[in-house]
T-cell receptor
Framework: DTEVTQTPKHLVMGMTNKKSLKCEQH?????MYWYKQKAKKPPELMFV???????INESVPSRFSPECPNSSLLNLHLHALQPEDSALYLC??????????????FGPGTRLTVL | AQKITQTQPGMFVQEKEAVTLDCTYD???????LFWYKQPSSGEMIFLIY??????QNATEGRYSLNFQKARKSANLVISASQLGDSAMYFC??????????????FGKGTKLSVKP
């Protein structure tokens, strides 16, 4: 069983809606990640939080707004999305340290459909 | 140039047989990690196995083993005794200690494995 949980599993929203994706990890990790994955493609990194501070933003449009309230929670706030934003959104966590050796553990993902 | 190359878009294997999924990588960093993930149709990315660049032994985890050939920059995943539940997309990934990727995971394009009964 994964120790990274994500809610909701599925989300359908209109282009004018505001919604949030939630991620929680119980492994004591201090780095958390959001990825976007389109069908039949590898995941693309969106944001990285390290020790609750945003460390990487991969030029993601401002309609995606991440938030890290504490070391075990990560949110992704969505507003005014476009249909092309429909994708699987994956959260992951890892223990910062010797970067190349840190394993990222992923949650089950949220399948987002924007109408 | 791609940093992670998976040349097999799709593979078929008979149940109970072994299968090798290919992965080659490109880095000038001396310290890096190689990872394999499994992604069933449900979407979750499941960590399978890790190999560090300084590890002399090939990594093994149950039915999974990593055939690490450093000089050839290859990190092939071997699945022994395939099961129907092994049908999934498999991603090879790399993290560099000092490279331009800032320590982020670099994924290959994936190989879709189908296990036939």
């Amino acid at each position: 069983d994964t120790e990274v949980t994500q809610t909701p599993k599925h989300l359908v929203m209109g282009m004018t809606n505001k919604k949030s994706l939630k991620c929680e990890q119980h492994m004591g990790h201090r780095a958390m990640y959001w990825y976007k994955q389109k069908a039949k493609k590898p995941p693309e990194l969106m944001f990285v939080y390290s020790y609750e501070k945003l460390s990487i933003n991969e030029s993601v449009p401002s309609r995606f707004s991440p938030e890290c309230p504490n070391s075990s929670l990560l949110n992704l706030h969505l507003h005014a999305l476009q249909p092309e934003d429909s994708a699987l959104y994956l959260c992951a966590s890892s223990q910062p340290g010797r970067t190349s050796h840190d394993t990222q553990y992923f949650g089950p993902g949220t399948r987002l459909t924007v109408l | 140039a791609q940093k992670i190359t998976q040349t097999q878009p799709g593979m078929f294997v008979q149940e109970k047989e072994a299968v090798t999924l290919d992965c080659t990588y490109d880095t000038s960093d001396q310290s890096y990690g190689l990872f394999w993930y499994k992604q069933p149709s449900s979407g979750e990315m499941i960590f399978l196995i890790y190999q560090g660049s300084y590890d002399e032994q090939n990594a093994t985890e149950g039915r999974y083993s990593l055939n690490f050939q450093k000089a050839r920059k290859s990190a092939n995943l071997v699945i022994s005794a395939s099961q129907l539940g092994d049908s999934a997309m498999y991603f090879c990934a790399m993290r560099e200690e000092h490279g331009g990727s800032q320590g982020n995971l670099i994924f290959g394009k994936g190989t879709k494995l189908s296990v036939k009964p």
